[in-house]
């Protein structure tokens, strides 16, 4: 099964605190939008998004299709595809893709620890 690229979802109270001090520890700013509280970082090939209102928790992020550095790889496997792996490995989804649809698409699962798994393919 593979996942995409990989990353943290932050769910920060202070974007710009939390620029500060992520870049303390040599993360760049990577890609997203300060003016709308959202930011990606990356320090070489680790990847945080700092998200300022938008998650309730953190939560660990894959984006099937994308490498390490948002560009798109060659071959992978579908959002829908791997919703459908899981849901008959018995993963119940919190949120699910559309499994009629192509392209950019989602779904959210919560491990045993409640936490959020977010699948979200932008391809």
């Excluded at 990353?7 to 920060?12: D, K, Q, R």
């Excluded at 890609?31 to 970082?41: A, F, K, P, Y």
């Excluded at 008959?88 to 950019?104: F, I, K, Y």
């Excluded at 698409?105 to 491990?111: L, Q, R």
């Amino acid at each position: 099964m593979k996942l995409g690229a990989f990353s943290i979802s932050l769910a920060v109270k202070d974007i710009k605190a939390s620029k500060t001090f992520y870049q303390k520890f040599g993360f760049e700013v990577f890609g997203g939008d300060e003016s709308q509280n959202w930011l990606i970082m990356k320090n070489g090939d680790h990847i945080i998004g700092l998200f300022q209102g938008m998650f309730e928790k953190n939560t660990l992020t894959f984006n099937p299709g994308w490498d390490s550095n948002a560009q798109k790889l060659g071959h992978f496997t579908d959002v829908r595809e791997l919703q459908r792996k899981l849901k008959a490995d018995g993963v119940e989804l919190m949120m699910e893709a559309d499994e009629n649809t192509t392209g950019p698409a989602s779904f959210v699962a919560i491990d045993p620890d409640g936490n959020p798994i977010l699948v979200d393919q932008h391809v």
